[in-house]
């Protein structure tokens, strides 16, 4: 009998298990995306209850995934190697600790501590999820489970904000995450018991085998060499841009919103907050039953549309405050639609590396790449936007937003090439 919580080579062949399972696997990472994003939630409560200024809470945030980021490297590696399931409850059940003991202590020095902690034992989760999704469900499913998983990231936040606006205190956030975690990891274990007895091993391909079984500096190298090829390093770039620019609209919006216009208060930001994340779910609706591949075939192609359109917005933002919120609510809602987008193409970019039992590295470098930006936005915008304001955060959010259309330019002809190459490969 196999077990997933030792054994790497395996999946499942029966359909209604595997998207039984899935099924709690989307769940699972949106509500740690959740907990994840307890300080966003908060931010606005605890800024104005004056237990954190929105600098400490913003570099809380931005320790979090500058520890994070490079982790995320180390656990894309160890989820093509060691068991997923094995290296996500070792994350959920010590994110669990983390949240329970800032509950209980609330001074700047333990909160951080905790939270850098949390970062640490979360290394391997987002790529073990993903090396799951694409290598031990029915392979059939893994157009509509990448597309489906793309919602977890907006299910978590408007978790988040939903439990932030309705809680009483800021710090019921952490013991309700700690309690969720908890029983996720449980969850888990009773999934594994169940499903140990139905696993079957993989039939790989020569090229397959090469990379799982790799030790050598060459085979290193035919690595590094795929990702530069692809595309995949522009790719990287972009998606820190994007998360930085993306992930502040998520989670600043509501302060921006409370400390711009005297009339929204936290809890009203909170649930305008939810309107925006919305907007982003609409998005990836947009890109999957409208624009691919039905009308642009190739991934990066159709990231360049996202950003462009996405631009009008983010200069309205320039004017925040003067103009009326309603504009501004809806120029939020705007970005976050075609930002959020972003997450589903690269999604459908890391899948091809699959061919060379890949996927697990590329999710975790391109997660880090992700978190990269949000310690970068954490770190810079909450500073300057309490000492400079924030049409300055707004003038920033441009200049990179035009950066990132440069990126991705330069990333469309080897994207293309590789794809081409993949596709002869398959034939």
Known sequence: MHHLL????IHLENKSVSRLFFVFLWLMYALVYMTKSCFA??????????????TQASWISASFYFVYAPLQIVGGFMADKY????LIIIGLLGSAVSNLVIFFNH?????????????????????????????QL???????????????????LIFVYIVSA??????YNFVISTITLTLLAVVLLIFCHFLNPIMKNDKKSEITKRFDNATNEKSKSDMWHIFCISGFFMLLLVSSLRSMVGESVNTLSSTMLSQSYEHISPTIGNLLSILIVIGGIVGTLLIKFVIFPRLIANEFVCYLLMLILAFPFIFILRFVGNLSVGLIVFSLCMINLFLTAGILLTNYFIIRYKEFSLN??????????TALGFALQYCLFGSIADGYGWPTVTTIWIILTVMAIICILLGIRPSIRFAKKIHNKNK
């Open 6 to 9: 030792s054994d790497t080579n």
């Open 41 to 54: 939630g908060a931010l606005s409560k605890i800024v104005d209850e004056g237990a954190l200024t929105l």
């Open 83 to 86: 068991s997923p399931e094995k």
């Open 107 to 135: 001074s700047f020095i333990v909160i951080l501590i905790s939270w850098i902690f949390n970062a640490i034992i979360q290394f391997g989760l987002w790529p073990s999820v993903f090396k799951i999704m694409s290598s």
């Open 138 to 156: 029915v392979r059939s499913d893994l157009s509509k489970m990448v597309f489906l998983m793309s919602f977890s990231n907006s299910g978590g």
């Open 166 to 171: 309705f809680t009483p205190k800021w710090q």
């Open 360 to 369: 697990g590295t590329a999710a975790g470098i391109m997660n880090a790449a």
